[in-house]
């Protein structure tokens, strides 16, 4: 009975094992996937040959197109009706600039007024002066490369035709409205903004707000931003650079001015070149018309006041706005102690009217304090060249974008902290939310003493100038809620700062 068992068992174990296949059943499997292997390679092939055929029709096209490119033809309302409104202040009191795009050339009329039913004041642009565009095309097309022009957009690009008119006298703390005419068929509704006053608001009227922003971009992050500024209803926008991210993709400029529209039409938007609007043949690999910078000088900064203020570069200027004349600096021109931008900066400076404009702010995109792990030592060479000039003439604050988080930094000077001395107090607004996240801190304990309040968050600013000796700026959270209290502030009180984090902090009288 034993050996019985011991032999069922030895049975067993040989039977779970499966049989080979006989030779004829192998020799179809292998066929078979020979046969696969063949189909594969036939369809890859095909696949290369179509990709390849595309791509040198497409590099065919902008070959053609680069040697003679071709001009959009108007004809139709479409073609001419303006859209992505911008608005910014003019330079002079009462003065404000309108720029917009139409998708071909066309004459064009703005009228503009304080009164929407009576619009008496008319501007006409002409092409060369007031109206620019650009052509973005590859250096050198390649006919098999399948991504020879995607860095520039489809098939090459063409931007819209970019307007800019000068609108004014307007009456000042009242409400201007200016419609646009192009061509017998292009006409846009009336539009509207509030016109501020540059000098500080006076007694009993509600203080001027102000938004302070920084490396926005186009995600839902920076869509939350968009619509809280929007809520606040500032008279102006202030930003700090590193608008669009297009990245030489020219269609994002396209999109981020759609997306922006509803605040760009309404409320005045200065900005600085962040490094994301460089866009150079060094980073982007086609030619652009002109050089670096192209397509942030033709969309935004040609409506910048730099002529009124001065400046030979729409890159860098100023103006007042609130009581509050702001210093818009570039932190992609040289900034050297002998070039234009440092000789621009003393000249504009040493004109400041402090009875009209008491406070004086000045804008970089590269900040020259931070903390963040992210882009440390970036904005040296700048505030090595320019932070003396800056203490000189009594600036309080420098607002600041590029690290994407924020902070605020304590009255100082050289890096000193100050106590009954002068110092300027610095704030960094990169959190607006675009596509490249927050950038973290270090450990608190690393934090060096001039470092009052940092977070690695999303959000912006504001600062609400109240009269001609207080000011507040406050920094406010995205994540909060649209009515919470600020995350952080801090006073300016006329050649003083309060702040809340470091109240022995206080700037001289002396400045």
């Not at 619509?227 to 297009?246: E, N, Q, W």
Request: charged residues 15%.
């Amino acid at each position: 009975a034993g050996a019985a068992v011991v032999a069922s068992t030895a049975y067993n174990a040989v039977a779970v094992v499966e049989p080979l296949p006989p030779p004829a059943v192998a020799n179809r499997e292998k066929i078979r996937l020979r046969s696969r292997r063949r189909t594969y390679m036939h369809l890859t092939g095909i696949a290369f040959m179509v990709i390849a055929l595309i791509c040198m029709t497409v590099s065919i096209f902008q070959h053609v197109a680069h040697l003679a490119p071709t001009k959009i033809q108007a004809g139709g309302a479409a073609l001419v009706l303006p859209y992505n409104f911008v608005v910014a202040l003019g330079g002079e009191d009462g003065y404000a600039r309108v720029s917009f795009t139409t998708k071909a050339p066309a004459e064009c009329t703005v009228s503009f007024g304080n009164d929407a039913a009576h619009l008496v004041g008319k501007v006409s642009l002409s092409w060369g002066g007031d109206v620019a565009s650009y052509v973005c095309q590859d250096t050198d097309p390649s006919w098999l490369w399948p991504f020879a022009w995607s860095k520039c957009g489809p098939i090459g690009y063409h931007s819209g035709y970019v307007n800019v008119a000068k609108i004014g006298p307007l009456q000042v703390n009242q409400f201007a409205y200016y419609q646009v005419r192009c061509g017998s068929d292009g006409t846009s509704s009336v539009q509207r903004f509030f016109m501020p006053a540059a000098t500080v608001p006076a007694a009993g009227d509600k203080p001027v707000t102000l938004a302070l922003i920084g490396d926005v971009g186009q995600t839902i992050h920076s869509n939350l931003t968009y619509h809280r500024v929007a809520a606040m209803k500032p008279h102006a926008i202030i930003d700090a650079g590193d608008l669009s991210y297009a990245d030489c993709w020219q269609p994002r400029w396209d999109s981020y001015a759609n997306m922006v529209e509803h605040l760009s039409q309404t409320t005045p938007w200065h900005s600085v070149p962040g490094n994301h609007e460089i866009e150079g043949v060094e980073d982007c690999g086609y030619a652009m018309m002109g050089g670096e910078f192209v397509p942030y000088k033709v969309r935004r900064a040609r409506a910048m006041p730099f002529v009124e203020s001065g400046s030979s570069d729409p890159l860098y200027y100023s103006f007042d706005v609130g009581g509050v004349h702001f210093v818009m600096l570039s932190s992609y021109s040289d900034y050297s102690p002998l070039s234009a931008q440092h000789a621009w900066l003393r000249r504009d400076l040493s004109r400041v009217n402090h009875t009209r404009t008491p406070f004086i702010v000045a804008v970089t995109h590269a900040p020259w304090y931070q903390t963040n792990v992210m882009h440390q030592g970036e904005g040296d060479a700048m505030k090595a060249s320019m932070e003396g000039v800056l203490l000189e003439y009594g600036v309080h604050l420098v607002v600041s974008g590029h690290v994407h988080a924020y902070e605020r930094v304590h009255a100082v000077s050289s890096g000193a902290v100050l106590n009954q001395t002068c110092g300027i107090q610095y704030v960094v607004v990169g959190d607006g939310g675009n596509r490249e996240g927050v950038y973290p801190f270090p450990s608190a304990d690393t934090a060096p003493e001039w470092s009052a309040y940092r977070e690695a968050a999303y959000g912006h600013g504001s600062l609400k100038v109240f009269n001609s000796t207080h000011a507040q700026f406050q920094w406010h959270r995205g994540a909060d809620a649209a009515t919470a209290t600020p995350a952080d502030e801090s006073w300016l009180v006329n050649n003083q700062v309060h702040d809340r984090h470091h109240p022995e902090a206080r700037r001289s009288s002396l400045c």
